[in-house]
């Protein structure tokens, strides 16, 4: 058998690959702009859905909101609205989530949330509020039967005392009712099949969505990494050494090194991606063009796989 006889990313047919895609609300009327030409960008992809981000301490409510309203009343799009326990009472909560339900949205990403002061910071739940991200998503399925996804962390949160006490935390959430977590970003894939094989383990089923960044800007995803507790291989900071000044070359070489990790990952079973998109289109097209989902044709049927549904590699 050859080589290109093994490998998933060669071969067409196969399980369905599937996509969701992340955005952030805007601040100005033209980061508004660039969000929806990145919406109407990626959407012909038919993503299996789109998420929408809230900011620390409930920073972006309103605005989070109104985008998630807009794409349920202007697109076909599947949104998920982010949703935090930071600075809100349960009733307060609630009543969002009621208003999302009302609004049509039908998946909610379900957080713990950071604290207003950013990253770093210690976290504090409000006196009335729901304490923890499992008392949030228990929350949510009593007020609706939302689909209900949850975040996890290959390299464990960086709050965590232990592995084990991450696995704890992410088991509470899927017995209180998540149906899918979605990784924060990484960027040596072996890390997320050790992690993938420790929640396994556990007796987690639900899916575990590998969370991608493509690095356009390699300053950012290195503090970000920093952070965040997120490994930076010295490989990833050698392909972008000596590009300050040549954005041209940058953004070939970010194509070619997300291109990388999500084909490697294809090729060891996986088959659904969420990627983190800033906002922006071109990347993430890309990639999704090398996975073999393909907008339709116009005046016929599409090319691509990108409709069905599936779960990272069992």
Same mark, same amino acid.
């Given at each position: 058998?050859?080589?290109?006889?093994?490998?998933?990313?060669?071969?067409?047919?196969?399980?369905?690959?599937?996509?969701?895609?992340?955005?952030?609300?805007?601040?100005?009327?033209?980061?508004?702009? =660039?969000?929806?030409?990145?919406?109407?960008?990626?959407?012909?992809?038919?993503?299996?859905?789109?998420?929408?981000?809230?900011?620390?301490? &409930?920073?972006?409510?309103?605005?989070? *909101?109104?985008?998630?309203?807009?794409?349920?009343?202007? =697109?076909? +799009?599947?949104?998920?609205?982010? +949703? =935090? %326990?930071?600075?809100?009472?349960?009733?307060? $909560?609630?009543?969002?989530?009621?208003?999302?339900?009302?609004?049509?949205?039908? *998946?909610?990403?379900?957080?713990?949330?950071?604290?207003?002061?950013?990253?770093?910071?210690?976290?504090?739940?409000?006196?009335?509020?729901?304490?923890?991200?499992?008392?949030?998503?228990?929350?949510?399925?009593?007020?609706?039967?939302?689909?209900?996804?949850?975040?996890?962390?290959?390299?464990? *949160?960086?709050?965590?005392?232990?592995?084990?006490?991450?696995?704890?935390?992410?088991?509470?959430?899927?017995?209180?009712?998540?149906?899918?977590?979605?990784?924060?970003?990484?960027?040596?894939?072996?890390?997320?099949?050790?992690?993938?094989?420790? $929640?396994?383990?556990? &007796?987690?089923?639900?899916?575990?969505?590998?969370?991608?960044?493509?690095?356009?800007?390699?300053?950012?995803?290195?503090?970000?990494?920093?952070?965040?507790?997120?490994?930076?291989?010295?490989?990833?900071? &050698?392909?972008?050494?000596?590009?300050?000044?040549?954005?041209?070359?940058?953004?070939?070489?970010?194509?070619?090194?997300?291109?990388?990790?999500?084909?490697?990952?294809?090729?060891?079973?996986?088959?659904?991606? *969420?990627?983190?998109?800033?906002?922006?289109?071109?990347?993430?097209?890309?990639? %999704?063009? +090398?996975?073999?989902?393909?907008?339709?044709?116009? &005046?016929?049927?599409?090319?691509?796989?990108?409709?069905?549904?599936?779960?990272?590699?069992?």
């Amino acid at each position: 058998m050859s080589s290109d006889d093994q490998r998933r990313s060669r071969r067409s047919g196969g399980r369905p690959i599937s996509v969701s895609f992340e955005f952030f609300p805007p601040k100005t009327p033209e980061m508004e702009a =660039t969000l929806w030409n990145s919406i109407q960008r990626l959407a012909p992809l038919a993503p299996k859905f789109v998420s929408v981000t809230y900011g620390a301490g &409930g920073s972006t409510r309103e605005r989070t *909101h109104a985008t998630v309203e807009r794409i349920v009343k202007e =697109t076909r +799009l599947a949104p998920a609205a982010h +949703l =935090t %326990c930071v600075s809100a009472s349960q009733a307060e $909560v609630d009543e969002v989530v009621r208003g999302y339900w009302d609004a049509g949205v039908r *998946h909610i990403v379900a957080l713990r949330g950071d604290p207003p002061g950013g990253v770093g910071q210690a976290y504090e739940p409000h006196p009335e509020g729901y304490k923890t991200s499992a008392d949030l998503v228990a929350g949510i399925r009593r007020s609706a039967n939302f689909e209900v996804s949850v975040s996890a962390y290959p390299e464990k *949160h960086p709050e965590s005392p232990s592995f084990e006490r991450d696995l704890d935390i992410l088991q509470a959430k899927v017995e209180a009712g998540a149906t899918r977590a979605i990784t924060q970003c990484f960027f040596d894939n072996d890390l997320y099949f050790a992690y993938l094989d420790k $929640v396994r383990a556990r &007796g987690i089923d639900v899916p575990v969505v590998p969370g991608i960044l493509p690095v356009s800007n390699f300053k950012q995803a290195k503090n970000f990494a920093e952070k965040t507790g997120c490994y930076m291989p010295s490989w990833l900071a &050698g392909r972008f050494e000596g590009l300050d000044n040549d954005p041209e070359t940058r953004k070939l070489i970010s194509a070619a090194v997300a291109a990388e990790q999500v084909i490697d990952l294809l090729d060891r079973g996986v088959n659904e991606f *969420h990627f983190y998109t800033l906002n922006r289109a071109d990347l993430v097209y890309a990639i %999704c063009h +090398l996975l073999g989902i393909r907008a339709p044709l116009e &005046g016929g049927a599409g090319q691509g796989n990108g409709s069905g549904s599936g779960q990272a590699a069992a």
